[in-house]
């Protein structure tokens, strides 16, 4: 199956053997059975300066297949003689060792991320993404890995922290607000409360508006203590939220 798959022949033996006239009657009949297919006769060392040559640049962790293809050629060639012949094999060399730097580069990226603060996000983000493109080859490669965990562990124990924080100055927020409601509620009682008093020392066809003031006041002065119930428990709420925050926030610091 030619060119469809992997099946090489090998063919050794010293010169004047016929070597080279069996492969041209192979060639000729595969070209019998696939007049269209192309059949390329190369030295192994012009083969070997193809393949460094489709390595390319820039060099990527999707180079690594093209150079291991071309390393295998030129490890296979027969003798150091042909070897010699490769002209380009520090173009070889070059890509070996520039496609190793792939993971001196991610850990660059760690290192760069320093101390961990809330603003460590999109160092720790570049750094996590440039590591997963890795091969698993390059990841073994790269030493402060565990720096990386640690870190984004720390930002998000950090971030948690914050939330707790914002959480805690909504909660309080919220609790000066309904301390204000209250106020204003106890004065809207109070208010009722003398208007009702004020009733009540009225004249006998006053009575009913007397008894409906009354129960105004009374009404008034019950919205008065939900509301500053609720401003209680907001407050409460409040100071625990606040409370926790900081606490988690000194093991932060201790950490």
């Not at 192309?38 to 820039?58: C, H, M, Q, R, S």
Request: overall charge negative; some cysteine; hydrophobic content about 40%.
């Amino acid at each position: 199956h030619p060119s469809g798959e992997y099946n090489p022949l090998l063919i050794y033996g010293n010169s004047g053997l016929g070597k080279t006239h069996l492969l041209y009657a192979i060639c000729n009949e595969i070209h019998q059975n696939n007049p269209k297919m192309n059949i390329v006769y190369i030295k192994g060392d012009d083969f070997t300066n193809e393949l460094i040559d489709a390595i390319g640049t820039p060099i990527t962790v999707d180079s690594k297949a093209a150079i291991d293809a071309a390393r295998t050629a030129y490890n296979n060639l027969a003798t150091n003689a042909d070897r010699d012949l490769v002209t380009n094999y520090e173009t070889l060399t070059k890509a070996e060792s520039e496609y190793l730097a792939l993971a001196d580069k991610v850990e660059a990226l760690i290192d760069k991320i320093g101390n961990v603060t809330l603003d460590s996000g999109d160092a720790i983000t570049a750094a996590r993404e440039a590591y997963d493109g890795l091969t698993a080859e390059l990841q073994e490669l790269v030493d402060n890995y565990d720096v990386l965990v640690k870190a984004e562990n720390d930002y998000a124990y950090l971030m948690q922290i914050k939330d707790m924080l914002d959480k805690a100055e909504a909660a309080k927020d919220a609790a000066e607000a309904a301390q204000k409601s209250a106020d204003e509620a106890k004065a809207a009682a109070e208010e009722a409360k003398k208007a009702a008093e004020e009733a009540a020392n009225s004249t006998a066809a006053d009575k009913e508006a007397a008894a409906k003031a009354a129960e105004e006041a009374k009404a008034a002065q019950e919205k008065a203590e939900a509301a500053q119930t609720a401003a209680d428990e907001a407050k409460t709420a409040a100071q625990k939220a606040q409370a926790a925050a900081e606490a988690a926030n000194e093991q932060a610091a201790e950490e």
